[in-house]
């Protein structure tokens, strides 16, 4: 579910696709997934693997995932598979850096997963009646092309019919040839604000970053509240979500998870690249798989809202716009189906909720069966001979179709 980028495709940042599935045993005897973190066993952690002996599903699930990461030849696997918010498998797979295990704790960046957290906020603040939906953004972004048009859920849900900086050419030249550079939200929006829309707002759908850079300023106008502190206040600090936070420089919080990426043509480190072009300041998250099951589950089951506020997170009125037209291609203007169609920050995908971000050597998943309360976060990293996309997601995938082989995680 993501328009198709002019540059590599291992950069198509925080777009949209995919789902997972549940169920099945195998009677292998148990096996130990440990490895405490010292004398005291976690060492003061709070994201480690699993300690008990295995039963039949999370070996399974433990074999499934060490013949994905070879499969795919990916540097690094972490996962977190829970049930009813019950822990089934937590472990961590290959190497975060030559000599150093990868360990679930570590932490990486999780992009588009913020989307998904603004989303819920942006509900949130509707149930409390200070601001509507339907509001249009001229009182607070009076500059912003068609602001008076542009409605605060068309940012959210993608249906205002800006071009998306991320798949704009110019861009991606100036990002590869600088990928340390420090973006503002003004340089960014510069490139969108150069083409005419898509399409009327309201009446399609077209995937852009520029949509969020737009909403966050809004959501900071309206409640006087910076971002971050905002999302900490009605998400991630409910939830207990300590190791998700933003990062205003290219720093990650340790232990870090090291990304490595041939993007620009030759294999190299991609950790420290600067992330500030892929969303506003104050929404660049950091996170560990843990944190991301959480967000999988509170997220995909509408746990911080009311059942009319998660009913419109899983369809703000997306269902049945897209498709090509004369100005705008079926590759950008993904039509929207019931089966697969963008929320208000969430990707729904055959009743999986879900996010994917991918980029700079970085890949990851979050996604929820509300069927089945099964929540699946996966992150990945890259070697050199790593296919294309977003290797967490097809990770996932297999995971999925063993434990929820009705429900299938249907990627692009």
Known sequence: MRPTPTRSR????????????????????????????????????????????????????LDITRKAKSDLRLKSVELRVTVDGREVLTDALGESMTGVPAEPDMHFRAGSVAFAHI??????????????????????????????????????ANTTGLHDYVTDPAFGAELEAHPF????PA?????????????????????????????????????????????GEYVTGPLGMRNTRNGFTPDIPRPVLHAFTSDRGFYEESTFWNPSWTTA????????????????????SGELLSYRSYRTLL???????????????????????????????????????????????????????????????????????????????AVARRIAAALAPDDPLAVS
Not at 36 to 55: A, I, Q
Not at 198 to 223: C, F
Request: with cysteine.
């Open 10 to 61: 291992s950069r198509r940042a925080l777009l949209c696709a995919a789902l997972l599935a549940l169920t099945v045993q195998t009677a292998a005897a148990p096996a130990l997934a440990s490895r405490p973190g010292g004398p005291g066993g976690h060492g003061g952690r709070d994201c480690v693997r699993t300690e008990r002996p295995l039963d039949g599903t999370a070996r399974r699930i």
């Open 181 to 184: 550079r420090q973006w503002t």
């Open 119 to 156: 989303g819920t906020a942006l509900l949130r603040l509707v149930e409390e009646g200070r601001v509507d939906l339907d509001d249009t953004v001229e009182q607070w972004l009076p500059d912003v092309p068609e602001a008076d048009r542009i409605t605060l859920r068309m940012l959210a």
């Open 187 to 231: 340089q960014l929006l510069a490139y969108p604000y150069r083409h005419s829309f898509w399409y009327e707002p309201g009446t399609s759908w077209s995937y852009s970053h520029a949509n969020y850079l737009l909403l966050v300023a809004a959501l900071e106008k309206i409640t006087g509240t910076r971002i971050d502190r905002l999302v």
């Open 315 to 393: 369809n703000p009125g997306t269902v049945g716009l897209g498709g090509g037209t004369a100005r705008c291609p079926a590759s950008i203007c993904l039509k929207q189906t019931e089966a697969k169609h963008f929320g208000l920050g969430v990707i729904v995908v055959n009743g999986w909720v879900l996010q994917n971000p991918s980029f700079s050597g970085y890949a990851a998943i979050q996604a929820y069966l509300p069927s089945k309360r099964l929540a699946i976060a996966v992150s990945a990293t890259k070697t050199p001979t790593t296919p294309d996309g977003n290797q967490a997601e």
């Open 281 to 300: 300041p104050g929404a660049v998250i950091t996170t560990h798989v843990c944190d991301l099951a959480t967000s999988a589950r509170a997220i995909g």
